[in-house]
């Protein structure tokens, strides 16, 4: 096999080459990406806990249930705890392109409802003692360098304080999640905090609750308790819709419209294109080398390796715009986890995913290359001279 | 040893069309061994037809080709290759070589066929141009090259692996006079002192006045066959 040939032929179209080169980067950094994403938001679905419940409105997850369902749904049999999550849908206003979430929630049940999540600072007692205090994620503790002790500012949107100031929270503690169903960055403050200020005017906007989490003791049928919720409210004066957190975030997800199948039609159809422009060059690559591979074979080399050498350029481009992309894609990754992980916390480049573009680029050079080193295998010397001599 | 040629009794056929071009005719042929031939006659008389089934790059429909003491009609296509490898050298009229090689690497090809260490090749070929007088023109890419240095390269090339025949289709057919003499020096050079067997097709009697024989085809027969042996060397 003349290998100094084939890289020279490489070589000898330092734009074309690098051209494809780049294409088919683009692709398997296309594919590492989408597939992340789509891996991604189903291990966010698949790591809920199965014995925690959901309970929302059933018009719709942004109509908020009464207060008092808390008392109703308590004497539910199976359901040992119950914690109430309030969107609070505020800004930090130094960085106003940020975007992390806050939820009010019960203090009392909320620690021992998501044991995936752990404290790596501060404590869980100062949280509870404090009216005014906070839970905050690792990674906004590392993005905006707050630290347990100090005071964060935020700006309501949804609830405003009537003396016009920023909502004040006190950080007790950082957590860290063990869980990709729950991410790095949220903020968690005290429901109480929030319906008291309410109640006593110091602030203004709706009361209520947007989901109950209903835990459910071991052993419990998730079904009978779903049903027995539902049928509860099935009057009013909300109905509403218990759903287990897999069920809950596959909504949460579909959300965003039907992301994960719209990414990856697009990222079909680019690698389509792609695959064609590929395959295109190599055949114009082919058509060109008619003279040089009929001098060969006179010169006494098989029809077998004129044909290899056309493949093997077209592996070999391929094999290196697979490096480029794969080499992009885990150059990138971080920045792309740190944009995407308050929806898709589970963001990652697997083994898996890595091995699927480099199979795709491996497949794309093989099947670009034996079109027209197929050509090149059936061509005679005599056609080949005939043709451009 | 240097090999002669016997082409018996070959006919070859081509189809276009639906009809049907006999170019060779029951043509019966033998050449001596060591001597240099160039063949002529008018254009479409089946000189490259009759050059490439010689070197084994196309098969005869009916008759024996004998190179040596091998029969080509029998052989497969890989065979073939493996044949062609090892025993004949190939100069066309133009672009013989390949563009992304520089001289060297060009001459190299072949010897890539043979059993040799690539300090073996690299010697080889360097001595392939030293031969044809291209010593200080190696590293050169065929652009870099005029058209008479490409044929020179293209010649060491056809005798870098040591084959004992050589066939020119027109090797001189896109020079000047000059230059073409002087590829044609070398051609006889080869001759005279490597005793190779050359086939050369020209158009140009003067070119064919290198040449110890001259075979003259015409219409896929054979016409008369000149000797000036007598000319040519003196
Ligand atoms: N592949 C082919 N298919 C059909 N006809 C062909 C083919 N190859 C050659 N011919 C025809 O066979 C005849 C002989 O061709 P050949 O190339 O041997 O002639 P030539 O003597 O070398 O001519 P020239 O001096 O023009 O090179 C020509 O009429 C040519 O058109
Ligand atoms: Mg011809």
Not at chain 1, 59 to 75: E, H, T
Not at chain 1, 100 to 105: A, E, L, M, P
Not at chain 1, 345 to 364: H, M
Not at chain 2, 100 to 124: C, D, F, T, Y
Request: proline share 4%; aromatic share 8%; with cysteine.
């Amino acid at each position: 096999m003349p290998w100094k040939l084939l890289f020279r032929n490489v070589l000898g179209h330092p734009m074309r080459s690098v051209l494809t080169i780049g294409s088919v980067a683009v692709a398997v950094f296309l594919v590492c990406i989408l597939h992340a994403v789509t891996a991604g938001l189903r291990s966010t679905v698949s790591a809920a806990s199965a014995d925690r419940l959901l309970v929302q409105s059933a018009v719709s997850l942004f109509v908020d249930l009464p207060l008092s369902y808390q008392q109703k749904m308590a004497g539910v049999p199976g359901i040992e705890a119950i914690c109430k999550w309030q969107w609070f849908g505020g800004r930090y206003e130094q960085d106003k392109g940020g975007f992390f979430q806050q939820f009010g929630i019960d203090t009392d049940t909320f620690r021992t409802s998501y044991p995936e999540i752990s404290l790596i600072d501060g404590s869980y007692e100062e949280f509870v003692k404090n009216r005014t205090a906070c839970l905050i994620g690792t990674e906004l503790a590392e993005k905006y360098d707050w630290r347990v002790g100090q005071t964060v500012p935020i700006t309501g949107t949804i609830y405003q304080r009537t003396d016009g100031k920023a909502w004040e929270f006190l950080v007790a503690g950082i957590y860290e999640s063990s869980s990709p169903s729950i991410d790095q960055q949220t903020l968690w403050f005290h429901f109480d905090y929030l319906h008291e200020s309410l109640e006593a005017g110091g602030a203004s906007g709706p009361e209520g609750v947007g989901v109950y989490m209903l835990r459910m003791a071991k052993g419990t049928d998730p079904i009978s308790v779903q049903r027995t919720v539902d049928a509860m409210f099935e009057n009013g004066p909300q109905r509403v819709n218990t759903t287990t957190e897999a069920e809950f975030n596959r909504q949460f997800v579909s959300m965003l419209g039907d992301v994960p199948s719209l990414l990856q039609m697009v990222g079909g159809a680019v690698l389509f294109a792609i695959f064609f422009a590929v395959l295109n060059t190599m055949i114009m690559a082919g058509r060109e080398r008619t003279r040089d591979l009929g001098i060969m074979k006179a010169i006494g080399f098989t029809d077998r390796t004129t044909a290899l050498l056309l493949v093997g350029e077209s592996v070999l481009v391929c094999s290196l715009g697979a490096a480029v992309g794969i080499l992009g894609g885990l150059l990138l990754e971080k920045p792309f986890q740190a944009a995407m992980s308050s929806f898709i916390p589970a963001f990652a480049f697997d083994k898996n995913t890595l091995l699927l573009g480099a199979a795709i680029a491996l497949g794309t050079g093989l099947i670009s290359g034996l079109v027209p080193g197929w050509r090149a295998a059936r061509l005679t010397t005599v056609q080949a001279l005939r043709e451009v001599g | 040893m240097s090999t002669s040629i016997d082409i018996r009794s070959v006919t070859k056929t081509y189809h276009r069309g639906g009809e049907a071009l006999r170019v060779l005719d029951e043509l019966e042929l033998q050449m001596a061994g060591g001597t240099f031939y160039a063949l002529m006659g008018p254009s479409g008389s089946g000189k490259t037809t009759l050059l490439n089934l010689i070197g084994g790059l196309d098969h005869a429909d009916s008759g024996e080709v004998l190179v040596g003491d091998e029969d080509l009609t029998q052989l497969d296509g890989s065979a073939l290759a493996q044949w062609r490898a090892e025993n004949v050298g190939f100069i066309f009229q133009g672009f013989n070589l390949l563009p992304v090689l520089s001289a060297r690497e060009n001459v190299e090809l072949p010897l890539l066929l043979a059993p040799l260490s690539k300090r073996q090749r690299r010697e080889q070929a360097e001595r392939a141009l030293e031969l044809v007088g291209l010593q200080d023109r190696m590293d050169h890419k065929p652009r870099e090259l005029s058209g008479g240095q490409e044929q020179r390269v293209a010649i060491a090339r056809a005798i870098a692996s040591d084959p004992q025949i050589i066939l020119a289709d027109e090797p001189t057919g896109d020079l000047d006079r000059t230059t073409a003499d002087s590829v044609l020096e070398l051609l006889q050079r080869l001759n005279r002192e490597l005793d190779k067997t050359i086939l050369m097709v020209t158009h140009d009697p003067q070119a064919a006045s290198y040449a110890g024989k001259v075979i003259h085809l015409d219409k896929g027969k054979l016409g008369r066959i000149d000797d000036n042996t007598a000319a040519a060397r003196n």
